[in-house]
């Protein structure tokens, strides 16, 4: 099956820093990726919908000026968690369609990122 | 009413066991169905997908869609240690895509 990539799998940062999350699919383009955070014993929140060359589409709720998501290439989308609080502390996942796939429906997910914020 | 409604659990299940996890969802327009596997602190992974009512199977795993009751189901056959985890439904048509919030199974050796 695809693979996706993140990068890094774990980041711990003081409150106030910046955070930049790599999202990489390896062996195919992916013209749509999704931020997704989950926190402990809870299931996957969308945050954005990421197109390459256009800006994302956020979900209700999510700041669009503290989550930044950029997707510059088709493989690749980042998420820059600006000016971190510990509330923001979380595990952010990314995940990618592949549309050239037969199951061009389905989500490929990456395995994760673990952010602490202190 | 959410989209798509699954019990969290946790279940425990004795090694061995048949086990049933269900989802059901609300929008008739779902298409595509998916079962995720997802372990402690890593991406869910995609186990089964289908997209017609019926079953489906691959190894110990059957998924099953009744569109008619907007009911769908993964049985495990002969469940082992390593198939703890937290399982998530989902179900999609066209851009829309919606996950249950997971079911915790745990199988006791």
């Known amino acids: 099956g695809a693979v996706v990539s993140q990068h890094p799998s774990r980041v711990i940062c003081k409150s106030g820093t910046s955070v930049k999350i790599e999202c990489r699919s390896l062996d195919f383009q992916a013209t749509t990726m999704f931020w997704y955070r989950q926190f402990p014993k809870q299931s996957l929140m969308l945050m954005a919908t990421?197109?390459?060359?256009?800006?994302?589409?956020?979900e209700q709720g999510v700041e669009k000026d503290k989550f930044l998501i950029n997707h510059a290439s088709l493989t690749l989308s980042t998420l820059t968690v600006t000016s971190a609080h510990p509330e923001d502390s979380s595990f952010y996942i990314c995940?990618?369609?592949?549309?050239?796939?037969?199951?061009?429906?389905?989500?490929?997910f990456g395995p994760g990122t673990r952010l602490t914020v202190l | 009413q959410k989209e798509v409604e699954q019990d969290p659990g946790p279940l425990s299940v004795p090694e061995g066991a048949i086990v049933s996890l269900n989802c059901t969802y609300s929008n008739s327009a779902f298409q595509y169905f998916m079962w995720y596997r997802q372990y402690s602190r890593k991406g869910p992974e995609l186990l089964m997908y289908?997209?017609?009512?019926g079953n489906k199977e691959d190894g110990r795993f059957t998924a099953q869609v009744d569109k008619s009751s907007k009911y769908i189901s993964l049985f495990i056959r002969d469940s082992q240690p390593s198939d703890s985890a937290t399982y998530l439904c989902a179900a999609a048509y066209g851009q829309n895509f919606v996950f249950g919030p997971g079911t915790r199974l745990s199988v006791l050796p």
């Open positions: 289908t997209y017609s009512s």
């Open positions: 995940s990618a369609r592949d549309p050239l796939a037969g199951l061009s429906d389905t989500q490929y």
């Open positions: 990421s197109n390459e060359g256009s800006k994302a589409t956020y």
